[in-house]
């Protein structure tokens, strides 16, 4: 008989026989660690380079709390109400059976249980270890005698192992609390709005008294069920002498006085602009190996929680991001613009921020995919980033021993020439032939480097596309982190690369940029500065690499040529920034006016601005971007004031800079009555990418 109370009191008595049997004391001597000290789900906080929180995302909502750290009046009414005798019995309470045995023999049903809150414990670790596994839930909340024994054996050791108020403390972090509420310190803060050691007795006693039936006692949906039921936990408070009289009277006269808090999950509850970013730290966690071999091994990172992660986001620098995209686009529009801010040296991402905000509903231009990450970080299939490549070219051909003041005929249109690969050689091959024009029938050489940066010449960097060989570039672009399209799939090998054709994301070309600003340095995109547990201790994360790239000469020439953009009759001489500090950046228009852009730097800050149609199904004619009709949109004056405004809203109060130069002399007075002299920008657009 003694071993059908143990096993649950309803079970018929024949199931004793498993008590006895030799089988059952077999794993007396071997409690596992998990119940020892349980790995529980907790949230995960994410915050920016200053501390501020940007979100807090969880499987499941919990703070695990030291003992110090939770109210006495939660301890006490949680045993009071639960497991009066929890300090006095063992792992079983054999008075608790018995008075369980008769009151259900009274009823004449299994009305009244008598497991111990130790047994409690053990079945909660069960079902915290099924996890999201339905059929495991269900397994670990079986009511048999197979289950009560086994749950009986591990409380039995786990009570010689651990102290009582150990196993309290572990009971309080895992119990749910209802409303998406896990162990106490959570409940405190859904219900009333403040930690857990701030607790009155009556706000205690509301939460003990829910353990029983979540639902039934929800103070938000039922609040006299849940204040009659926390009255009677008030009672067994003052019965154990836990209160006093006059607390006891005052805790009941009390309003439930909830100050409730919806739950707050995901990046969707980030602040203002910050989702993309959140979401790209969890895919980072969920992909670097620094977290976990597999990637299971890393969804159990993420999805156990706890973590505190210190991201490398820039507060200041995101709201001028943020501010500069949506004062420029508005989210109405048909295109949306996308802002990447990288530190120059480190590779940290300082800021990330789009136009259209992060959320699922369509109807109000919501989006989740990052339109300033490759696919693989949430971002789409990426843009052709057009001429804002051409500096690549560039400094393949300088670190190939080109002279910066190298000189091509530069002619207005030329067919694509046979050019060499890594694999072997390209040909045109196309009937007729494929050709290549510049942006007016005004633009024709000959041209030197400086020159033809200034005005983005596309004869110009296909002719020394040929001369240095599509393999240099390519290898070039690998240097700078471009290693494959922001599809993922590879780079292809054809001249039209010069001209930016292969899409690429805002972050990739905002760390291309950084490079330059670095003096050839470049370091891998960084998002986290460090994460640590709750209870203190570090996680590994994944190391900044950093490598050069190419050569400070090369470094020097390319600040020299990329500030002749930004100057004179550049394409971008109209990007000016406050105080006149030293910039040096990049135009460019795809194909079809589908995508513009504008990259550039100093030496403390690297921005990349793309603007287009979010599909990047969006010819750039003929539209009204913020309320402004635009007959056609480029470089310079789409994307550029959006670049120009965030950079100067980031590098407000900051020390001017000065980038190191080389002395590339201007090329010498032209003497070709057919060539032209340095242009202004031009007004039509032929096929292909442009400045």
Same mark, same amino acid.
């Given at each position: ?106 009823? &004449? ?261 990052? $339109? ?171 190391? &900044? ?16 040529? $990329? ?129």
């Amino acid at each position: 008989m003694s071993g059908v109370l143990m096993a649950g009191l309803a079970l018929p008595a024949a199931g004793a026989i498993g008590l006895t049997a030799k089988g059952t004391a077999e794993g007396f001597d071997d409690v596992p660690d998990d119940f020892r000290t349980p790995p529980l789900t907790q949230a995960t906080q994410i915050f920016d380079a200053r501390g501020g929180l940007i979100a807090k995302v969880y499987e499941r909502d919990r703070t695990v709390i030291p003992a110090d750290q939770m109210s006495p009046f939660m301890r006490y009414a949680q045993v009071d109400i639960e497991d009066a005798r929890f300090y006095e019995h063992g792992a079983v309470d054999l008075k608790g059976i018995l008075r369980a045995v008769s009151k259900n023999a009274e009823s &004449g049903t299994a009305s009244q249980g008598a497991s111990t809150l130790t047994q409690q414990y053990v079945k909660n670790v069960n079902v915290e270890k099924a996890g999201d596994d339905q059929a495991a839930v269900l397994e670990a909340q079986r009511k048999t005698l197979g289950r009560k024994i086994q749950e009986l054996k591990v409380a039995i050791k786990l009570e010689e192992e651990l102290s009582k108020d150990q196993i309290l403390t572990n009971y309080l972090n895992i119990t749910y609390y209802g409303n998406g509420a896990y162990g106490v310190e959570a409940a405190s803060q859904r219900y009333f709005g403040k930690s857990n050691k701030d607790l009155t007795v009556a706000e205690a006693a509301t939460l003990a008294g829910l353990v029983q039936n979540p639902s039934q006692y929800d103070p938000k949906l039922h609040p006299q069920a849940a204040q009659n039921r926390r009255d009677v936990v008030i009672g067994k408070m003052l019965e154990s002498k836990h209160i006093t009289a006059d607390q006891a009277k005052e805790a009941k006269a009390a309003p439930l006085g909830l100050n409730y808090r919806e739950p707050q999950n995901g990046c969707i509850t980030a602040k203002a602009g910050m989702g993309f970013f959140c979401d790209y730290v969890r895919r980072v966690v969920k992909q670097d190996p620094a977290f976990g071999r597999s990637a299971e091994e890393r969804k159990k990172v993420w999805d156990t929680g706890g973590l505190n992660i210190q991201t490398t986001l820039d507060p200041d620098k995101q709201t001028a991001a943020q501010t500069a995209a949506s004062g420029n686009v508005r989210v109405t529009d048909s295109v949306s613009a996308a802002v990447s801010m990288v530190e120059p040296g480190t590779g940290k991402i300082l800021a990330m921020a789009q136009t259209r905000p992060y959320g699922l509903l369509k109807e109000k231009n919501q989006t989740v995919v990052n $339109l300033n990450a490759d696919a693989a970080m949430g971002g789409g299939n990426g843009f052709q980033p057009g001429s804002t490549f051409k500096p690549v070219v560039a400094a393949a051909a300088l670190e190939a021993g080109l002279p910066a003041t190298q000189e091509y005929p530069s002619e207005n249109r030329i067919e694509y020439p046979t050019m060499k690969t890594c694999e072997g050689t390209w040909k045109n091959t196309d009937r007729p032939k494929a050709t290549v024009p510049n942006e007016s029938a005004s633009e024709k050489g000959p041209y030197q480097l400086k020159e033809a940066m200034a005005l983005s010449v596309n004869t110009y960097f296909v002719q020394m596309e040929q001369e240095i060989g599509l393999c240099a570039v390519k290898q070039m672009a690998n240097k700078l982190g471009i290693t494959a399209r922001a599809s993922g799939k590879p780079l292809e090998e054809v001249p039209a690369m010069a001209l930016g054709v292969e899409e690429m994301s805002p972050l990739t070309m905002a760390n291309v940029y950084a490079t330059f600003a670095a003096q050839g340095t470049r370091c891998d995109p960084v998002a986290i500065n460090r994460i640590t547990t709750v209870d203190g201790r570090d996680v590994p994360v994944p190391a &900044g690499h950093c490598e050069k790239a190419f050569s400070e000469t090369t470094a020097r020439a390319l600040n020299t040529i $990329l500030n002749g953009v930004t100057e004179k009759n550049g394409t971008g001489a109209a990007l000016s920034l406050e105080g006149d500090r030293q910039i040096a950046g990049k135009t460019g228009t795809s194909d079809r006016k589908r995508a513009a852009w504008f990259n550039g730097y100093t030496p403390q800050l690297a921005t990349a601005v793309w603007l287009g149609g979010p599909d990047g199904g969006v010819e750039m004619r003929n539209l009204s971007i913020n309320g402004k009709y635009r007959t056609e949109v480029f470089g310079a004056d789409g994307p550029g004031p959006i670049w120009r405004d965030a950079m100067n809203q980031a590098l407000r109060g900051t020390p001017k800079q000065s980038l190191p130069m080389a002395d590339i002399p201007d090329p010498a007075p032209r003497t070709d009555p057919n060539s032209t002299a340095t242009g202004t920008p031009p007004a039509t657009t032929p096929a292909g990418p442009q400045h």
